[in-house]
């Protein structure tokens, strides 16, 4: 096995090494230690930086090479999609079960039995979500939570953390509903970390690692609208493809 050389990061919370730092392999490994501080966490997430660690894993933090991202108005409904959102009749919410939506995600799913989103992860994600930058949007089938996301409010990127879903299509319903409400607001670029299958077959476009952070440098300095993410049910913005 090969030994890595990694930077410990410093009691100050607000220094990171450079992303481009991070090691080819594994891709984008940066930094390991320091804490999930709300401080900490908002600076990382503005560097291009994020958590990622196992259970008795030391914390460790990333810069992939390449990063998922949908720009604004990539995200659509097939018509397949739309029709399964109107016949079982979902609706959607954002910042109502903030707490809910992260265990879900956080639920062993098949094949993967364990989950990077530990008991640690799951606190510090709550600590940022009072204060304002963590959010959540829900899907809901009459009173049951059956679907969402959360992630983390960066000017005018959202940078999605994780999704889940109880029911067939409840994730991409969240991720095409929010993509739509953000663009109510004139926002609506979406980072979604590392490409996967699911991703590029959604719309995700692969974005090299100084693309990323030319594109997050400019969008991170816009404000955040006030009555973006206030907490309660939103209109439903499924249109079919």
Not at 158 to 184: D, I, T, W
Not at 208 to 237: F, H, I, N, T
């Amino acid at each position: 096995m090969t030994a890595l050389w990694l930077p410990e990061l410093t009691s100050e919370p607000t220094w990171f090494p450079a992303p481009q730092s991070a090691l080819s392999e594994p891709d984008g490994l940066l930094a390991f230690g320091g804490d999930l501080s709300v401080t900490r966490l908002r600076q990382a997430y503005q560097q291009g930086i994020f958590p990622w660690f196992s259970d008795g894993d030391p914390l460790l933090w990333w810069s992939p090479s390449i990063r998922a991202v949908f720009a604004p108005d990539s995200l659509r409904a097939g018509r397949s999609l739309w029709r399964d959102w109107q016949k079982q009749q979902y609706h959607f919410s954002c910042n109502q079960a903030f707490a809910d939506v992260v265990m879900g995600c956080a639920a062993p799913r098949p094949n993967q039995p364990s989950t990077w989103i530990t008991k640690e992860i799951q606190q510090a994600y709550q600590r940022l979500h009072q204060a304002g930058v963590a959010h959540s949007l829900e899907v809901w089938q009459q009173d049951k939570l059956v679907g969402g996301l959360y992630g983390i409010q960066v000017g005018h990127l959202f940078c999605g953390e994780s999704m889940f879903n109880r029911v067939p299509n409840a994730a991409k319903l969240a991720l095409v509903q929010l993509q739509h409400y953000l663009q109510s607001f004139q926002l609506g670029w979406i980072d979604c970390q590392m490409p996967n299958p699911f991703l590029l077959q959604c719309g995700a476009r692969p974005l090299p690692r100084p693309d990323y952070l030319e594109l997050l440098q400019k969008l991170a300095a816009l404000p955040v609208p006030d009555a973006l993410w206030q907490s309660g049910p939103l209109p439903a913005m499924i249109k079919p493809q």
